[in-house]
């Protein structure tokens, strides 16, 4: 079994007494990449320099180079925010810091789906050419000159997918010389006048035009019979990629049949090899497409619907605990262990008592874990999300991340917060065994999101019928810091079930809520409640008020739905786990 790399950095490890590593993203031709949670500003991406990559004047170019991007902001552009070093083992490592934008590039989507939906591809193309307007538009014109599928991310932040430029590695203005030489760019993407070291707007037009080209079609517009792997000959490669581009351009419409022929003729002159034929700049691409997409949308509106949000924070209101009949020691634990830190945050932090981060009830389905959740959140006053698996379910790969970082971030804007995740086994499953790469992404980014997050004033309240399956990382001290099983109602809870669901209904003299509370061993919440219902349905049939033998009758007709050996089960991983 082959060894796994170690990078420069590890989980944890701080740089500058700014930057926390999370942990590894990959590593590229020009150093390693890193997700790092910045002091101040959130999630970040840190790309750490190959010394042996660079002579010191080409790394103080590219310093210059980030620290004039660090000047700019424009929402299609991953922000730089700076260009520094660090030293570890008594070495210096030069490092640029980068926004993180959860989500893909458009190679990634392409592997998967092999052509994009035309409205989507032309809605990224828009977002592509709205930042390289903005670069052509400083004062300082910047040229890209590495666009392709890999350095155009898709961000999944929003409703709608945003497209936004990234690494800007190779990238120059008018007025200086290029930093690295023509053998560090990606060949296929050049326009012709680029072999020749001449660099124009139009350029980044050219290379912009074959990646809608392929998002389109999922192929390159010329067909290459050259191994370009591992050659450094600059000179035959440049050669061997102009005798292909001899060969005429196939029309998008014959790989992608749903391509509409106005966009066959605003690809082909983007990618013209004549520069006098070809957009001059961004904008003029731009407008082209706009139109086109404008007059496509109007026809559809009327069939096209926004999916309003899920999840919305809401100022919880009502009776809190006074709803929860019995379950008294629940409520003390709850009370004392939870809301009073929560409450009272300064005066525990002033005695250094740790303040919950979350917590974690399991036990029998219809227990009432969800209704318990929602009336802490009222007794507690604080602000409540709930979600569920499907809540997060998305057909992306890193969709779910992207939903999961909303989900807090809606939570932080709105803190106090408290999330409440149900069915916690179906989201954050063990990740030892044949757990698929993608749910062990989403299952990390949200420990990562979870881990102390109640210094943004969030809590925590995860709920599971299968504590056995969730990943063990979750029950650690600084996520669920409770463990809490809520096991059938005791006698005394059931009797107060009974006279709550009892409540307001036409009853005769002859109930007897202790009779009935010992009839009802192992019936869960939700047992009681549909035994009362079924009552209520029987008696009102008879046109006469609920009495004692019309509820006993019910309760032979339905056994508990929790059979004894099922309750055993949770009590063994009870005293095996030493939870409360």
Same mark, same amino acid.
């Given at each position: 079994?082959?060894?796994?790399?170690?990078?420069?950095?590890?989980?944890?490890?701080?740089?500058?007494?700014?930057?926390?590593?999370?942990?590894?993203?990959?590593?590229?031709?020009?150093?390693?990449?890193?997700?790092?949670?910045?002091?101040?500003?959130?999630?970040?991406?840190?790309?750490?320099?190959?010394?042996?990559?660079?002579?010191?004047?080409?790394?103080?170019?590219?310093?210059?180079?980030? &620290?004039?991007?660090?000047?700019?902001?424009?929402?299609?552009?991953?922000?730089? *925010?700076?260009?520094?070093?660090?030293?570890?083992?008594?070495?210096?490592?030069?490092?640029?810091?980068?926004?993180?934008?959860?989500?893909? $590039?458009?190679?990634?989507?392409?592997?998967?789906?092999?052509? %994009?939906?035309?409205?989507?591809?032309?809605?990224?193309?828009?977002?592509?050419?709205?930042?390289?307007?903005?670069?052509?538009?400083?004062?300082?014109?910047?040229?890209?000159?590495?666009?392709?599928?890999?350095?155009?991310?898709?961000?999944?932040?929003?409703?709608?997918?945003?497209?936004?430029?990234?690494?800007?590695?190779?990238?120059?203005?008018?007025?200086?010389?290029?930093?690295?030489?023509?053998?560090?760019?990606?060949?296929?993407?050049?326009?012709?006048?680029?072999?020749?070291?001449?660099?124009?707007?139009?350029?980044?037009?050219?290379?912009?035009?074959?990646?809608?080209?392929?998002?389109? $079609?999922?192929?390159?517009?010329?067909?290459?019979?050259?191994?370009?792997?591992?050659?450094?000959?600059?000179?035959?490669?440049?050669?061997?990629?102009?005798?292909?581009?001899?060969?005429?351009?196939?029309?998008?419409?014959?790989? &992608?049949?749903?391509?509409?022929?106005?966009?066959?003729?605003?690809?082909?002159?983007?990618?013209?090899?004549?520069?006098?034929?070809?957009?001059?700049?961004?904008?003029?691409?731009?407008?082209?497409?706009?139109?086109?997409?404008?007059?496509?949308?109007?026809?559809? +509106?009327?069939?096209?619907?926004?999916?309003? @949000?899920?999840?919305? +924070?809401?100022?919880?209101?009502?009776?809190?605990?006074?709803?929860?009949?019995?379950?008294?020691?629940?409520?003390?634990?709850?009370?004392?262990?939870?809301?009073?830190?929560?409450?009272?945050?300064?005066?525990?932090?002033?005695?250094?008592?740790?303040?919950?981060?979350?917590?974690?009830?399991?036990?029998?389905?219809?227990?009432?874990?969800?209704?318990?959740?929602?009336?802490?959140?009222?007794?507690?006053?604080?602000?409540?999300?709930?979600?569920?698996?499907?809540?997060?379910?998305?057909?992306?790969?890193?969709?779910?991340?992207?939903?999961?970082?909303?989900?807090?971030?809606?939570?932080?804007?709105?803190?106090?917060?408290?999330?409440?995740?149900?069915? %916690?086994?179906?989201?954050?499953?063990?990740?030892?065994?044949?757990?698929?790469?993608?749910?062990?992404? @989403?299952?990390?980014?949200?420990?990562?999101?979870?881990? @102390?997050?109640?210094?943004?004033?969030?809590?925590?309240?995860?709920?599971?019928?299968?504590?056995?399956?969730?990943?063990?990382?979750?029950?650690? $001290?600084?996520?669920?810091?409770?463990?809490?099983?809520?096991?059938?109602?005791?006698?005394?809870?059931?009797?107060?079930?009974?006279?709550?669901?009892?409540?307001?209904?036409?009853?005769?003299? +002859?109930?007897?809520?202790?009779?009935?509370?010992?009839?009802?061993?192992?019936?869960?919440?939700?047992?009681?409640?549909?035994?009362?219902?079924?009552?209520?349905?029987?008696?009102?049939?008879?046109?006469?008020?609920? &009495?004692?033998?019309?509820?006993?009758?019910?309760?032979?007709? *339905?056994?508990?739905?929790?059979?004894?050996?099922?309750?055993?089960?949770?009590?063994? *991983?009870?005293?095996?786990?030493?939870?409360?």
């Amino acid at each position: 079994m082959m060894a796994k790399k170690k990078g420069i950095l590890q989980k944890g490890d701080i740089v500058n007494n700014t930057y926390e590593v999370q942990f590894f993203i990959g590593e590229g031709a020009f150093g390693e990449v890193y997700r790092v949670k910045h002091k101040y500003l959130g999630l970040q991406v840190l790309k750490i320099l190959k010394n042996e990559s660079f002579e010191a004047k080409q790394i103080q170019n590219l310093i210059n180079e980030a &620290n004039l991007l660090s000047k700019l902001s424009h929402p299609n552009i991953v922000r730089v *925010f700076e260009a520094n070093e660090f030293i570890k083992n008594e070495q210096v490592f030069y490092f640029i810091s980068m926004a993180f934008v959860s989500g893909e $590039t458009i190679a990634q989507r392409l592997y998967r789906i092999k052509q %994009l939906e035309i409205k989507e591809a032309i809605s990224i193309q828009l977002d592509l050419l709205k930042g390289l307007n903005y670069l052509h538009e400083q004062e300082n014109i910047i040229i890209h000159r590495d666009i392709n599928l890999d350095n155009v991310l898709l961000s999944y932040a929003d409703k709608k997918i945003v497209g936004m430029l990234s690494d800007f590695g190779l990238a120059k203005t008018l007025n200086n010389d290029s930093f690295f030489s023509n053998s560090a760019g990606r060949y296929l993407y050049f326009a012709p006048e680029c072999f020749w070291d001449s660099y124009f707007p139009s350029s980044d037009v050219f290379s912009a035009g074959i990646v809608l080209y392929q998002m389109i $079609t999922g192929k390159h517009p010329w067909e290459y019979n050259f191994d370009f792997t591992d050659n450094p000959n600059f000179e035959e490669i440049s050669t061997a990629i102009i005798k292909s581009r001899k060969k005429k351009v196939l029309k998008p419409s014959k790989s &992608n049949t749903n391509c509409p022929s106005f966009l066959d003729n605003i690809i082909l002159k983007s990618i013209d090899l004549d520069l006098e034929n070809r957009f001059n700049n961004a904008i003029e691409f731009y407008d082209a497409l706009n139109i086109e997409l404008k007059k496509s949308t109007q026809k559809t +509106s009327s069939k096209t619907q926004n999916v309003s @949000e899920q999840n919305t +924070s809401k100022k919880t209101k009502g009776n809190g605990f006074a709803d929860i009949a019995g379950m008294n020691e629940l409520k003390e634990i709850l009370y004392h262990d939870i809301i009073l830190p929560l409450k009272d945050s300064e005066l525990y932090e002033e005695y250094r008592v740790s303040i919950p981060n979350g917590m974690l009830l399991y036990g029998p389905p219809g227990c009432g874990k969800t209704f318990i959740s929602r009336k802490f959140a009222e007794e507690i006053e604080f602000n409540f999300i709930e979600i569920k698996p499907s809540d997060l379910a998305s057909i992306y790969v890193h969709g779910t991340q992207e939903k999961i970082g909303k989900v807090f971030d809606e939570a932080r804007e709105n803190a106090p917060t408290i999330i409440f995740i149900d069915e %916690l086994d179906a989201i954050l499953p063990n990740r030892e065994g044949n757990l698929s790469h993608s749910y062990a992404s @989403e299952v990390n980014e949200f420990l990562a999101q979870m881990t @102390e997050c109640h210094e943004d004033s969030i809590f925590i309240i995860a709920a599971t019928n299968r504590p056995e399956k969730i990943d063990p990382a979750i029950l650690r $001290t600084g996520r669920l810091d409770k463990i809490i099983y809520l096991p059938p109602p005791d006698f005394e809870a059931r009797f107060e079930m009974f006279k709550l669901h009892l409540k307001n209904r036409p009853l005769s003299d +002859s109930i007897n809520y202790k009779e009935l509370s010992i009839r009802t061993e192992n019936y869960v919440s939700s047992d009681i409640n549909f035994l009362v219902n079924e009552a209520a349905r029987n008696s009102l049939k008879q046109r006469v008020k609920i &009495n004692q033998d019309i509820i006993l009758e019910a309760i032979t007709n *339905f056994p508990p739905s929790i059979s004894i050996n099922q309750i055993k089960k949770y009590e063994i *991983f009870k005293n095996n786990r030493n939870f409360v």
